[in-house]
């Protein structure tokens, strides 16, 4: 599971999760910039928590979008150091049991990271969920500096 899911999960729900998503499915392709009722639902949901709240929840997103960040950075590190592993583990001599072995080991590690890499990069809509989320949470937040009602 992607850390956008796992987050909007764990902050909304799974039944509102699902129901945000759904939406996102059916309703905000590509095309569509911004979408009012999105927002909307996210904002009703979020503006009956105090400050405090919000604050914690703008931490764990901020928290989640350095996570997805730093997986895209490792990724190509981890490249690498499979390839210079496959290398390695060819020039070794070793029987043809433990060279297969260490092989597979290492691709099953590295099919493992890239299935991290391509499972938080492609998921339109939990990044569609995430890019409003976070604009509700500065709204609320922004609002309640200025001393607004919500």
């Known amino acids: 599971m992607n850390i956008f899911k796992k987050l909007l999960r764990s902050e909304f729900g799974e039944k509102r999760y699902n129901g945000l998503a759904n939406y996102v499915n059916m309703n905000c392709g590509p095309e569509v910039k911004e979408s009012k009722e999105l927002f ?3 904002y009703e949901y ?6 405090e709240k919000i ?4 931490v ?16 190509s590190l981890a490249f690498i150091i499979y390839l ?10 070793l029987q043809t049991e433990l060279l ?7 691709t099953v590690c590295f099919g493992l990271k890239t299935y991290q890499f391509f499972s938080n990069r492609c998921e339109y809509v939990d990044a569609r969920i995430i890019e409003t989320y976070r604009a509700v949470l500065e709204r609320i937040l922004v609002c309640r500096a200025r001393g607004q009602h919500d």
């Open 55 to 58: 604050i914690g929840m703008q």
């Open 60 to 75: 764990r997103l901020n928290e989640v979008v350095y996570n997805a960040f730093q997986v895209g950075k490792t990724y």
């Open 46 to 51: 979020c503006s009956g928590f105090d400050s």
């Open 84 to 93: 210079v592993a496959w290398f390695w583990l060819m020039g070794m001599r």
């Open 100 to 106: 297969l072995g260490g092989i597979a080991a290492i």
């Open 40 to 42: 909307e639902e996210i």
